[in-house]
């Protein structure tokens, strides 16, 4: 095994060096499978060559070897193969592994895995976090790889000790057999050395001794003293660090630059021209540190030929969209709304959402290392084996010559994990360019925040507009709803299997599958914006779910029924994962049973995505024409709960970000091609002294769990805007609010 030690950065130096070497121990698999692990742990190059070589032998659970490591003293360092930007899998996954291994949790650590093709996301089968997919995919696989080690070590003393199988037990780290036990390192070189079980039996929930308890973070010590390193902080002694200079305007080419007095700049070493992505041109400012790039790079007055590229300007955008609402789209759903023309009683609703940008408190970062024939990369990646392929193509490499090592992140909301791996392919530019130079050793691309709100991705600006015909007694009767907003996925490798008759189907979600049995037909605009756009977290949920929870509240108050009764109306018993949210927490906020404050009104929403359904219960009042959200109860069903304070956790800051969406300053807007915003200061979060007093409580279940990194995020803001209305009688039809 190799140590690869990074050293400090001197803006940070309260943090310890980060070590990313395997440790002592042993790997429970087949040798060339250890090896392959191993090799990979440690950023030696063939680790991925290995690991793609006995690909074929992976699977079907992809071995216990690539993620199980027992060392001598008997610790079990479980590998996940998930980017940990703080949603928890760093903790969640080696519980499923410690569950089935009857492992002693006190003595269970957790790696992040490098890119690899064991650590392949199951179903998707590339290496991935997204889609609030990781703990639903790797619920049986991560549970299989744990019980597949327990038998190797019952299998090991069994053979030692001269008895049968069925003889030997294992509970926190100790196998026995009668009078006779040893710990998991006496046994671990012997356990590695037994075959993998081509089966094995899980247990029972009922029998569940990790699973299901509110467990504390593995890395919560590290992260709350920090001592966390992020991928910020992972600088190889004698690393460069290059910022880029991009163009003003997306897709725009570099005209004219004098680079005198950048280069005059002690540290500053070279100005590199550079390919960027969607076609851009730009400069790469290496140097030796990232103060002195960034006096070279301010030092710098590049011009740009911006012809023939859209120069982009919200108000004209907006107007554009909103004349697209009120045409005939693609067709998503169909239906009769024929009785649109006679409804006695109409709805007619125009709803505006902004392009959102990521802004995790971790800007992008890639430390690269391009040695001709081979690469080293470290970043915090949520697609790292699509970013080792961009990045081989890049340097003219075969993936297996790429080591991609993940590094834990500081955030990303979606923006690390970009089909084009824009970023990483950036990084790629530079490190080519650097070496073309005559540049030697690693090089770290620095992204600063006004870097990453100006040089986006974003989320979609997006209009909808209904029509919804009701009869005199506020029965919906017909709802004619269009969606305008730039398509996500065309053009990426996701297109062929998520865009179907030209409709983006994280557009519609939210929309097209609403539980709530309206005849609604759905028409979708997907014009082309020089802009450029991905998901941001709970992607076009973001905006669906506002849109259908504030307008059945609207109907609700049209039918004069309680907003609480109406849903339970609308869902019967068809839906019983969403009324059990609901009721959850309907019961537990006192809504309906206690008198709020003067001046105080409930606000309620719920919404399913991702496969889990999430109900708020706001209490809220407005002060200054803004709304103060005091207090969020949440009802979650998410099946089963892996760890409860990780789904609390998720829940509360999901409530965080959506707030942020209704507070004023949260849009990204562009002028002439150029977005007017660059940090905090113009780009507004919502801060501690808003924050509400957060409930959470999750309806008990048995069954496979599902995701909760976005669930959270997407009925907040509804259930705000729910209790506006009730306050004012203004019903909001844009993020952020503007109230009257």
């Known amino acids: 095994m190799t140590d690869t030690t990074v050293a400090r950065t001197p803006a940070l130096q309260r943090r310890s060096f980060l070590k990313m070497a395997a440790g002592s121990g042993f790997a429970l698999g087949l040798y060339p499978l250890v090896q392959a692990a191993e090799n990979g742990a440690a950023a030696a190059p063939q680790g991925a060559a290995v690991a793609a070589a006995m690909a074929g032998e992976l699977k079907?659970?992809?071995?216990?070897?690539?993620?199980?490591?027992?060392?001598?003293?008997?610790?079990?360092?479980?590998?996940?193969?998930?980017?940990?930007?703080?949603?928890?899998?760093?903790?969640?996954?080696?519980?499923?592994?410690?569950?089935?291994?009857?492992?002693?949790?006190?003595?269970?650590?957790?790696?992040?895995?490098?890119?690899?093709?064991?650590?392949?996301?199951?179903?998707f089968g590339i290496q991935m976090v997204g889609g609030s997919n990781s703990i639903k995919s790797s619920w049986l696989q991560y549970r299989e790889l744990g019980a597949r080690a327990r038998a190797m070590f019952v299998a090991a003393a069994a053979q030692k000790w001269q008895v049968p199988a069925s003889q030997v037990s294992v509970a926190h780290g100790v196998v026995s057999a009668g009078s006779r036990r040893a710990t998991f390192g006496e046994l671990a070189e012997a356990a590695m050395r037994q075959p993998v079980p081509a089966t094995v039996v899980l247990k029972q929930p009922a029998d569940f001794k990790i699973i299901g308890?509110?467990?504390?973070?593995?890395?919560?010590?590290?992260?709350?003293?920090?001592?966390q390193s992020f991928g910020i902080d992972l600088r190889p002694p004698k690393a460069a660090v290059a910022l880029i200079v991009r163009p003003p305007v997306f897709g725009a080419q570099l005209a004219t630059v004098d680079d005198s007095k950048a280069l005059a700049v002690k540290g500053v070493h070279k100005v590199l021209r550079v390919p960027l992505d969607r076609g851009a041109s730009g400069l790469a400012v290496v140097a030796d540190g990232y103060w002195t790039a960034k006096m070279g790079r301010d030092a710098l007055a590049p011009t740009w030929n911006t012809?023939?590229?859209?120069?982009?300007?919200t108000d004209a955008l907006l107007q554009r969209y909103s004349e697209l609402a009120r045409q005939p789209g693609l067709k998503a759903k169909v239906a009769d709304t024929s009785a649109l023309a006679t409804a006695p009683r109409r709805i007619s609703a125009e709803y505006r959402f902004p392009y959102l940008a990521h802004a995790p408190m971790e800007p992008l970062n890639c430390v690269i290392d391009f040695r001709g024939d081979a690469c080293t990369v470290h970043i915090g990646s949520q697609f790292q084996t699509i970013d080792q392929a961009a990045v081989a193509a890049t340097l003219g490499l075969k993936p297996e010559q790429v080591t991609l090592n993940t590094a834990m992140a500081g955030g990303g909301f979606g923006r690390r994990g970009v089909p084009s791996s824009d970023y990483v392919v950036e990084a790629a530019q530079v490190?080519?360019?650097?070496?073309?130079?005559?540049?030697?050793?690693?090089?770290?691309?620095?992204?600063?925040?006004?870097?990453?709100?100006?040089?986006?991705?974003?989320?979609?600006?997006?209009?909808?507009?209904?029509?919804?015909?009701?009869?005199?007694?506020?029965?919906?009767?017909?709802?004619?709803?269009?969606i305008v907003g730039q398509s996500i996925l065309k053009g990426t490798p996701f297109e062929p299997f998520m865009v179907k008759n030209g409709v983006d189907s994280v557009s519609t979600e939210g929309v097209v599958d609403t539980p709530y049995g309206f005849p609604l037909a759905l028409d979708v605009h997907h014009p082309q914006v020089n802009v450029p756009v991905l998901w941001w977290r709970s992607v076009g949920h973001t905006h669906t779910a506002f849109v259908m929870e504030t307008l059945v509240?609207?109907?609700a108050a049209a039918a004069g029924q309680d907003p609480v009764a109406y849903r339970r109306q609308l869902l019967g018993d068809r839906h019983p994962r969403i009324r059990a949210a609901l009721d959850l927490a309907v019961a537990r906020s006192g809504y309906g049973q206690r008198k709020l404050p003067a001046g105080q009104a409930w606000g309620v929403a719920v919404h399913e995505s991702f496969s889990s359904v999430v109900a708020y219960v706001v209490e809220a009042s407005v002060v200054d024409k803004q709304p103060v959200l005091h207090r969020v109860t949440a009802g979650v069903h998410c099946n089963f709960a892996v760890n409860p304070m990780t789904?609390?956790?998720?829940?509360?800051?999901?409530?965080?970000?959506?707030?942020?969406?209704?507070?004023?300053?949260?849009?990204?807007?562009?002028?002439?091609?150029?977005?007017?915003?660059?940090?905090?200061?113009?780009?507004?979060?919502?801060?501690?002294?808003?924050?509400?007093?957060?409930?959470?409580?999750?309806?008990?279940?048995t069954e496979a769990p599902t995701g909760m990194g976005e669930p959270g995020l997407p009925p907040l803001a509804p259930a705000l805007a729910n209790a506006v209305a009730a306050l004012t009688g203004q019903r909001l039809r844009a993020l952020p609010f503007q109230l009257a």
């Not at 308890?213 to 001592?227: F, I, N, Q």
């Not at 012809?307 to 300007?313: Q, T």
């Not at 965080?656 to 915003?677: F, Y």
């Open 60 to 123: 079907p659970t992809q071995q216990p070897g690539a993620f199980v490591r027992v060392a001598t003293d008997g610790t079990v360092t479980v590998m996940v193969n998930r980017l940990d930007f703080g949603q928890g899998v760093h903790t969640s996954l080696p519980m499923l592994v410690a569950e089935e291994l009857d492992a002693d949790w006190r003595k269970v650590r957790a790696e992040l895995a490098p890119a690899g093709e064991a650590y392949k996301d199951p179903g």
């Open 647 to 701: 789904v609390e956790t998720q829940v509360q800051g999901a409530v965080v970000m959506a707030l942020s969406t209704t507070l004023p300053g949260a849009a990204i807007t562009l002028k002439d091609g150029v977005v007017e915003q660059s940090n905090f200061g113009d780009y507004t979060v919502a801060r501690l002294n808003q924050m509400p007093r957060v409930d959470v409580h999750i309806v008990p279940s």
């Open 213 to 227: 308890r509110p467990t504390r973070r593995l890395d919560a010590a590290l992260k709350s003293s920090g001592r």
């Open 307 to 313: 012809d023939g590229v859209e120069k982009v300007s």
């Open 553 to 555: 509240d609207e109907l």
């Open 431 to 482: 490190a080519k360019a650097w070496r073309a130079a005559g540049g030697q050793g690693a090089v770290q691309l620095m992204w600063s925040r006004e870097d990453d709100i100006r040089g986006g991705y974003y989320r979609p600006l997006h209009v909808h507009r209904a029509e919804i015909g009701l009869d005199a007694q506020g029965k919906v009767l017909a709802w004619q709803h269009t």
